[in-house]
């Protein structure tokens, strides 16, 4: 059986948390995309940790963490991550990285910082973290997969030289930077293979042996539907594909067996980097969301850089779903939300005059004004509260309005960020 655990949004929907929960009845949880560009921040037993590439159900260790060949992998960036969990004390399981992943180079994060230079005031916001130049570069052919560090030398020194005469084409005519050596490149590959030899397996041969055993699947999807390369608000997108379907593309798995689909749906609006964001807050309104939000402010985990935030947009959350193929829902941070005396609903967009729910493409999203429905607050605070029934009404309203609206199954609520805050429903 295999379950996702997919963001709704666009991203920092609280996915690790949700995660963390089911990883602990799971026998794999498997990343099946993205790569360090993005963190989960996962608060339990052993303390509070950013994850950017371990799956969040690292902290299992009865079951295997697995990077499958959908992500892009930065080697040195995956083994700090393990070190700092190791030092805090957590026993780790097995951890396996597919020899069919694509590896980040130190080039693809320089080709993102200077990209992101070029472009000055318009530039992506990107985390620098090389995600973009690395699977632009596997979809031309010419990245790197796991398997090669483990070729013949000259093979592999001859895609060396190749990639560096491309590179530095540009490197030469368009950022006017320092060349890259393919020596440097080749001894990188070689630092590589050594840091990931103890973690690389056949990663999808492995997991349909588990499905066979009746082994329990978990897939961890990184940021949310509408970063979607293709359903998201391109170009501001991620690289790879968010979505639940993809999960199997993204670790080999037969896509009909993904039966549980977890849309993680955040009770407010946030977002990082650019692009259009319908209902978001400005002014104080904006700071007062943004420093109460998450678990100690809208920061993002991997930059540290604040978040926008807005109120709940359904016509967005809705068409998140869709495209996730949900068959339930989580909404996370509702804790936070206890402060205000009434709060808005997106139910709408107003483009050119007329109203829609359907989400737009890019284009017309930059025209769409919001149409709101506002509710009444419940100005208490509802953490520790364990089960349904007892969240004040105007809570529950507001979050079986968000039901009826999203038109998916609420199954679980979130008040806190702790592992135990979770109201089955
Ligand atoms: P992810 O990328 O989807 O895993 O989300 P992030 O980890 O970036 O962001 C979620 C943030 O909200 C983290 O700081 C979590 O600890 C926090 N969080 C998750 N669920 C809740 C919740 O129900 N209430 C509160 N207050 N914080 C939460």
């Given at each position: 059986m295999i379950t996702a655990v997919v963001g709704a949004n666009w991203g920092d929907e609280g996915k690790g948390k949700i995660t963390d929960i089911l990883a602990q009845d799971s026998d794999y949880i498997v990343r099946f995309q993205g790569g360090s560009n993005a963190g989960h921040t996962i608060k339990n037993e052993y303390g509070k940790f950013g994850l950017h590439l371990l799956p969040s159900g690292v902290f299992n260790r009865e079951a295997t963490s697995v990077l499958a060949n959908g992500v892009a992998v930065n080697a040195k960036k995956l083994i700090e991550e393990i070190r700092d969990v190791e030092s805090a004390g957590v026993p780790l399981g097995r951890i396996l990285v597919s020899d069919r992943a694509q590896l980040v180079m130190s080039y693809h994060m320089l080709l993102d910082a200077y990209e992101e230079e070029r472009l000055?005031?318009?530039?992506?916001?990107?985390?620098?973290?090389g995600i973009a130049p690395c699977f632009s570069d596997k979809y031309a052919k010419i990245g790197f997969q796991v398997a090669d560090l483990f070729a013949d030398e000259d093979v592999l020194r001859k895609r060396v030289e190749n990639v560096c005469t491309i590179k530095n084409a540009l490197l030469k005519e368009l950022y006017h930077k320092p060349l890259l050596d393919p020596e440097a490149i080749y001894q990188e590959l070689m630092e590589d293979k050594e840091i990931l030899a103890p973690y690389v397996a056949n990663v999808s041969a492995e997991l349909h042996r588990g499905l066979k055993e009746g082994k329990k699947i978990l897939l961890e999807g990184q940021l949310g539907a509408l970063k979607?390369?293709?359903?998201?608000?391109y170009p501001m997108v991620t690289s790879s594909s968010t979505l639940a379907g993809f999960g199997a593309t993204g670790a080999g798995l037969p896509p009909h067996e993904i039966s549980r689909i977890i849309a993680v749906v955040k009770a407010y609006s946030s977002a990082v980097g650019a692009g259009a964001f319908v209902t978001e807050l400005f002014g104080e309104e904006g700071d007062e969301l943004r420093r109460r939000g998450g678990d100690g402010g809208e920061f993002g985990v991997t930059t540290g850089r604040p978040r926008r935030v807005g109120w709940f947009d359904a016509v967005a959350t809705r068409y998140g779903c869709m495209m996730q193929g949900a068959t339930e829902v989580a909404v996370t941070v509702v804790d936070v939300l206890g402060y205000l005396d009434e709060l808005k609903i997106c139910v709408g967009y107003e483009i050119d005059g007329k109203i829609t729910k359907d989400f737009p493409v890019t284009p017309l999203l930059e025209k769409a004004k919001p149409v709101y429905e506002t509710l009444p607050g419940w100005k208490t605070d509802i953490r520790g509260i364990k089960k349904y029934e007892d969240l004040p009404e105007n809570c529950r309203r507001y979050i079986e309005r968000i039901e009826q609206e999203v038109?998916?199954?609420?199954s679980m609520v979130s008040n806190g960020p702790a592992r135990d805050e979770l109201i089955l429903r």
């Open positions: 000055g005031g318009r530039s992506f916001g990107s985390t620098k973290a979607d390369t293709d359903h998201g608000i038109g998916v199954r609420v």
